[in-house]
């Protein structure tokens, strides 16, 4: 596991308070399996060992296979299989990791405590996320994955030793076998860490010596693009043999016009279903801060690694790909952005030091005033 200073730890034991209590609620309201998908990945999980032609081949090539085979002998219980009581275990585990790993990044990023307890609140207190975790869906394992890989890759970029760990690349595989936005944040997160770990290089080493460091820092990164380059082709091969088809991208949805081919409109949607989620304040506050993040990391060495809370928002190119392919708009598709909002715009506010709480706290009002916790009217739920 990545390095938790204690102020993460602490922030993570809260958020697997708050995800219990928040899952009770939605149990006892008898929603945690009101989407249509949560009963969907139950049903896939169970029949992997209990259905008419019982094999691996039941898992598909649709959905990425991680979550279901997580869950394939919890869900051969009857109780476990109705209620979702163990993917929704799994999800409360997932937030709380994720929670955690938002506040190790942010201070990884040289980032304040206050930067870290924003971001981690921004996220956690969100009305949508908190109704996920309380589901068998599989964005929260998403989220926890992904931003562990972040983590890990944020942490070597500031470390002095140049290898990379296998644990780092272990993370990716199941990061990438989980939903397909970890795809573009692990490809952003490995480029991003890249670039900090070599402008972090030998400060006056001579020229030879400053390119043999970038060769390093590229073979490194070489080598750790294996694991997610093999992950894909497993997954292909997977999905050859149980369908046919190296890559399924149609058949399971009916067209739409609406977005389909049209890059502005599809910009402008996804944005709208960001507002939606989490209000403008956070949408406003992310995109300036993200832009803040990327100028001063440019600009200045020292700062570099403040690009990396940045790869969080490449989940983006999911949705830009798929409404600009056809397929019918899904507002969900837009959550996975409010974890990287909430990790730049911690980050963002911790630059000001002594007076970030001067704006953190009123920020957090308006934030949660848009888009307050347990909101029954939230998009998703």
């Not at 993460?8 to 399996?33: F, H, K, M, N, Q």
């Not at 272990?170 to 402008?199: D, F, Q």
């Amino acid at each position: 596991m990545p390095a938790f200073d204690s102020l993460s730890r602490r922030l993570g034991v809260l958020a697997a308070i708050l995800g219990t209590y928040g899952a009770s609620v939605y149990w006892r309201e008898g929603l945690s399996l009101s989407h249509y998908d949560a009963k969907a990945h139950l049903v896939v999980a169970r029949r992997i060992l209990d259905s008419i032609a019982p094999s691996w081949e039941q898992i598909g090539a649709v959905w990425l296979p991680l979550p279901h085979v997580l869950n394939a002998l919890p869900v051969q219980i009857d109780w476990m299989y109705r209620t979702g009581a163990s993917a929704i275990a799994i999800s409360i585990a997932s937030f709380a990791i994720t929670v955690a790993c938002i506040s190790a990044i942010v201070r990884a990023s040289n980032g304040t405590r206050t930067g870290a307890i924003l971001a981690a609140a921004l996220f956690a207190l969100n009305p949508n996320v908190l109704y996920l975790q309380s589901t068998p869906m599989t964005e929260p394992l998403l989220f926890a994955l992904s931003s562990l890989v972040v983590l890990y890759l944020t942490q070597w970029a500031m470390a002095d030793d140049l290898k990379i760990r296998k644990a780092v690349g272990w993370t990716i595989v199941l990061a990438c076998l989980t939903r397909y936005e970890a795809w573009p944040i692990v490809g952003v997160a490995m480029a991003l860490a890249a670039i900090v770990k070599w402008r972090r290089g030998p400060q006056q080493a001579r020229i030879a010596q400053t390119h043999s460091h970038g060769l390093d820092v590229a073979r490194e990164i070489a080598k750790l693009a294996m694991y997610p380059a093999l992950t894909v082709l497993f997954f292909m091969g997977m999905s050859y043999a149980s369908t046919g088809a190296w890559f399924v991208t149609g058949g399971f949805y009916v067209p739409d016009p609406t977005l389909q081919g049209q890059l502005g409109a599809v910009w402008e949607a996804i944005r709208s279903g960001v507002v939606s989620l989490a209000g403008s304040t956070l949408t406003d506050a992310a995109e300036m801060c993200a832009a803040l993040l990327l100028l001063f990391a440019v600009t200045r060495q020292k700062w570099s690694v403040m690009v990396m809370p940045i790869a969080l928002l490449a989940s983006i190119a999911l949705p830009i790909y798929a409404f600009h392919s056809g397929h019918p708009f899904r507002i969900r598709y837009e959550v996975p952005l409010i974890l990287g909002a909430a990790a730049c715009v911690g980050t963002a506010v911790s630059m000001l030091r002594l007076a970030a709480p001067v704006a953190a706290l009123p920020l957090l009002f308006f934030v949660v005033q848009e888009a307050p916790p347990f909101n029954r009217a939230s998009p998703v739920i």
